[in-house]
């Protein structure tokens, strides 16, 4: 019949406002809009109103979301991570990493921090490659998206983009559990490295003072 | 059009039923829970324009639902993706063609500075190099909650906002923007202002 | 595929039969190209692309792009136009023709009437590289304006921010100065130049349209007309809510019956390909994200496709499992919004499009949680993909595939397939003929709603597709309504692929090797394709085993799916013509690169 797909049609769209109000009767006008009720609203059960209110409430942000990288310092020297090598700067894409090595002023020697590191913020698409590539774990990428600015973003220097260790390890608890992983390893390997060359440096030293002993006692 | 500093005290017996506040207060009040932005989707940052504009980030809770695509209803427009050369006339002229006051976002890395595609050849190096900018949004794209917080931004820039210092409102003809033009590369007039007002051909360009 | 092994270890890129009968037919014309496929003279081109096609069943030309090589050791310098040419099952032929630099010198004959789906692709060759095709009906630019100074792909042309011939350029390692921005290397300190001597007075602005509007003016006029009526053009777009971004159409109306329409490329050209050559392979992947934006994992992953065959490695079993995964529920992603956004062309207003976004939010949950980013994934890798799956992943992802998207999808298809209005818009609306749309280089759903059941994942399987059990979902009208329903068929189908996918992905590594940033790729080309949801996406990769991309070109499925636009709308009204559009389900940024 003529017509009916039609009422069909605005059944499903009636279905959908009815859906809306469902929950909030079931548990109770407001208690829904309650930040406990959020993963429930937003998840894949999740019925009827879906929105999230944002500036009021925040959906969770899962801990491998990117927007703009940003420098890891240790706390407790206050030094950066980055050691100036240069791997993000070739691994970007759109090519918005400056970095300069440190020198020293006597000698003029290459040190191994950067002197000025700058991002253009215009110009970086949150891609990742830098933190994928850099090999210690000194760039990471941001959480924070909340970066509207009433003039054009442009470069950042050293101080904007530092941030603490701990907060590198507050939003990204995988990762940085990774790297402590890593560096307890490392550490092991050294240690045993270590252990290893002194046991054989004290083999070597045994071997030479047997081969010092005067051998003629036995002929 | 005084501060809202030097407002009069209400007396305590009309408090509750008087509340004293200033034109450009009011004015902007009504503004931000009226901004109607233009449904102007450029490339990839439109998609999270329409997800904001959609049942999760909602900006129908700013008053914002109604995207209207004709410039001639909408007094926000939102730069969302790359604009390339040969769109920069049209990009400039639904500008123009917006009523004032009117503001521009620029969402996204490509609006702001041309963004990855800024090396190449048919890529305009961020809007501002064609229209005047009131919000940035860094990120390819931003989140759609990045650019509901651009939309507050622009609140609070309301609030500081007096009616006087707003251009529409001001005396004299203004003439908008002049739209590039497309030559063996994008023709900016106002690099050629002196020579084109010499010969006479601005407004032959402008119209 | 070839008989004789030892010949076909230095044959590639051209199957050895199809070889042999090319060197019967054409005694000491055709030889073995430089590293892929068959070097044919410029004069026979037509006549051996008219063998391949009714001889040997290559009826498919799928790419056509040009390479310009220059200061190239060991190579004259030429500009090589290549043709990938596909038969319905296993393999390509790939044809290429030598021609001489030298603006003027290099033309070619035009294969239009053999193919309409050259139509586009050499007049983007025309425009990038300045080749002419003799004969070609309409050879304007496709994607930058006439009047464009200079040929942009060429080798020898610069742009105005030009800093070096590949990544990482030197002044990101600035020796004591301050990091400057690109405008300042410019001398008019923006991305603009204009040739020597040029005056802004003396220009003809209007040159820029002329050609179209000539055009528009000219094709398809019926001087028999029993009426004498004026005949109007107007432009629909760049600026409209139903052209799905910054696409023009000038169309000709006689009253409101479309005489002629003619798509206006280029307003979202972002000069992908040449950025691609200066790119490292690995930079290339985040700009693919960018290409069709609703699809960023299969962008990645053809891409990928590509750079794996050129590299020959192989990927691990979870790897795979992963990209079908996402693959998949990107399908999903792509085909609720194109039935959504296309009831919203029809004037259902954003009713369909909410109730696709919402499952696409949901959908994007997943991918973010696994790679990062909500659209710009970024996500595979050649020999595996970026990440494992994060913990609580499959759980979610089985959720939303076993329950939640198979209720909405049914939910969605009632709404809008036995909707009578939907069915009076879209019944007998924009008809392709199967014949048409095969040679107009269609692909996609818009190819199997016109009954072809061609589908790259079962005409050429890769990854893991020859394991999974699935259909080819065909429907044989070839309207607008039947390009809507498919598309519902399809996520059925992808659906069916998930189970299978999600209950039996293995343990065991993601990656096979950990891909440097500067990776390097052994000398070589070729095409690597996938069935991406809008269709057949394919890149054409030339290598010189260098760090970067000697040609990186992306065949795009939204462009050539819009070849036979014109003629689909010929004759319709011109409310007719947003849903033919809306049925094609294009992405600009792919479209216009």
């Known amino acids: 019949m003529y017509g009916f797909g039609v009422l069909k049609t605005l059944g499903i769209a009636f279905y959908h406002f009815v859906l809306t109000y469902v929950d909030d009767v079931k548990m109770g006008f407001g208690k829904r809009y309650t930040p406990e009720h959020l993963p429930e609203r937003q998840g894949v059960e999740g019925r009827g109103i879906y929105t999230v209110r944002y500036p009021k409430e925040r959906l969770p942000l899962p801990e491998r979301s990117r927007n703009h990288p940003f420098l890891v310092y240790i706390e407790e020297t206050g030094k950066l991570k980055c050691t100036a090598c240069g791997i993000c700067a070739q691994a970007c894409p759109v090519q918005c990493i400056w970095i300069e090595r440190a020198k020293d002023p006597e000698t003029g020697k290459p040190l191994s921090y950067p002197a000025a590191f700058h991002i253009d913020q215009g110009l970086c698409i949150g891609c990742g490659m830098c933190a994928e590539f850099c090999p210690f774990d000194s760039i990471k990428m941001d959480i924070e998206y909340e970066n509207a600015s009433y003039t054009r973003p442009g470069f950042v220097g050293i101080e904007e983009l530092k941030k603490p260790e701990s907060y590198h390890a507050k939003i990204h608890p995988t990762d940085y559990a990774r790297e402590m992983e890593e560096k307890r390893l490392k550490e092991e390997r050294k240690r045993k490295a270590a252990a290893a060359k002194a046991a054989k440096a004290k083999a070597a030293a045994a071997k030479k003072e047997a081969a010092k002993r005067p051998p003629d006692k036995t002929s | 059009m005084r501060d809202v500093e030097n407002l009069p005290e209400i007396p305590p017996e009309l408090q509750g039923t008087v509340k004293l506040t200033t034109f450009d207060q009011l004015f902007a009040w009504a503004r931000k829970r009226s901004l109607w932005p233009m449904l102007f989707g450029l490339a990839c940052c439109a998609f999270e324009m329409i997800a904001a504009a959609a049942s999760r980030y909602d900006i129908a809770r700013f008053g914002m639902e109604i995207m209207r695509p004709s410039p001639r209803q909408a007094d926000l427009l939102i730069v969302s993706g790359t604009v390339t050369k040969k769109m920069a006339p049209q990009v400039v002229r639904l500008y123009n063609q917006m009523p004032e006051p009117k503001y521009v976002i620029a969402m996204g890395a490509c609006a702001i500075s041309g963004g990855p595609f800024k090396e190449g050849y048919a890529v305009v190096s961020g809007v501002d190099k064609l229209l005047p900018v009131d919000v940035y949004i860094p990120g390819c794209p931003p989140r759609p909650e990045a650019l509901i917080h651009a939309f507050l931004a622009l609140h609070a820039r309301f609030e500081h906002e007096r009616i006087r210092d707003i251009k529409a409102y001001q005396k004299g003809v203004d003439d908008g923007v002049p739209i590039p033009a497309l030559g063996p590369d994008l023709v900016d007039w106002r690099r050629f202002e002196p020579l084109m007002e010499a010969a006479g051909e601005k407004e032959a360009v402008h119209g | 595929m070839a008989e004789t092994p030892q010949e076909a270890v230095q044959l590639k890129g051209i199957p050895q039969e199809t070889f042999q009968a090319l060197q019967e037919r054409f005694p000491e014309a055709v030889q073995p190209a430089r590293y892929e496929g068959a070097l044919v003279p410029a004069e026979k081109i037509v006549e051996v692309v008219r063998f391949l096609r009714d001889e040997l069943g290559y009826i498919f030309l799928s790419n056509l792009t040009a390479t310009d090589y220059l200061d190239v050791k060991g190579v004259e310098p030429h500009i090589d136009v290549v043709y990938h040419l596909f038969r319905m099952q296993g393999g390509y032929a790939a044809l290429h023709v030598e021609i001489p630099r030298e603006i003027g010198k290099a033309h070619l004959p035009s294969v239009t009437s053999l193919f309409p789906s050259a139509m586009l692709q050499e007049r983007e060759v025309y425009d990038m590289f300045g080749v002419k095709f003799d004969g070609h009906p309409d050879l304007r630019r496709l994607l930058m304006w006439e009047g464009f100074d200079g040929y942009p792909l060429r080798k020898d042309w610069k742009e105005v921010y030009y800093e070096g011939e590949t990544k990482p350029y030197r002044s990101r390692y600035p020796k004591g100065g301050h990091p400057i921005y690109a405008e300042e290397l410019s001398p008019l300190k923006d991305n603009i130049r204009y040739p020597e001597g040029w005056s802004p007075q ?346 970067n991309p000697y040609r990186y070109h992306i065949r795009s499925t939204s462009l050539l799916n819009l070849t036979a636009l014109s003629d689909m709308t010929r004759g319709l009204k011109v409310a007719d013509i947003v849903t033919v559009l809306g049925s094609i389900d294009l992405t600009m940024g792919e479209v216009d690169r």
């Open chain 3, 202 to 547: 003396a220009w003809d602005y209007d040159e820029a349209d002329r050609l179209l509007y000539e055009r528009m003016l000219s094709a398809h006029r019926d001087p028999d007309k029993p009426l004498k009526t004026d005949e109007m053009i107007i432009n629909f777009g760049p600026h409209h809510p139903s052209t799905h971004g910054v696409f023009r159409m000038a169309v000709r109306l006689d009253g409101e019956t479309v005489r002629h329409l003619e798509p206006v490329f280029g307003y979202l050209h972002r000069n992908h390909e040449k950025i691609g050559e200066r790119n490292t392979w690995i930079q290339n992947i985040p700009f693919t994200d960018r290409l069709d934006y609703i699809n960023g994992m299969t962008n990645n992953w053809a891409y990928i496709v590509a750079l794996e065959k050129l590299l020959g490695w192989e990927v691990p079993e979870r790897a795979e499992y992963i990209r079908v995964i996402v693959g998949e529920f990107s399908r999903i992603v792509n085909h609720m919004l194109a039935a959504g956004f296309f009831s919203n062309e029809l004037g259902l207003y954003f009713t369909g499009s909410l109730y696709a976004l919402e499952e696409r939010e949901h959908i994007l949950d997943l991918f973010e949680a696994l790679s990062g980013a909500r659209m710009m994934f970024n996500y595979m890798r050649p020999g595996g993909v970026r990440y494992d799956l994060p913990e609580g992943w499959l759980e979610k992802a089985k959720a939303l595939a076993y329950e939640r998207i198979p209720r909405k999808v049914e939910q969605m298809a009632h709404f809008l397939l036995d909707n009578d209005v939907v069915k009076a818009r879209t019944m007998g609306v924009g008809v392709l003929p199967p014949d048409v749309a095969i040679a107009s280089g269609i692909t996609g759903p818009v190819l199997r709603a016109s009954g072809v059941a061609y589908d790259i994942r079962r005409a050429e399987p890769y990854s893991l597709y020859d394991q999974l059990d699935f259909d080819v979902a065909v429907r044989t009208h070839g309207d607008a309504y039947d390009r809507l329903a498919i598309r519902f068929d399809e996520i059925w189908q992808s659906l069916r692929i998930l189970r299978q996918v999600l209950e039996n992905i293995p343990e065991g590594p993601i990656v096979a090797k950990k891909p440097s940033h500067r990776l390097k790729v052994p000398a070589g080309e070729t095409y690597g394709r996938i069935e991406a949801p809008k269709g057949e996406l394919g890149f054409y990769l030339v290598s010189l085993g260098k760090f």
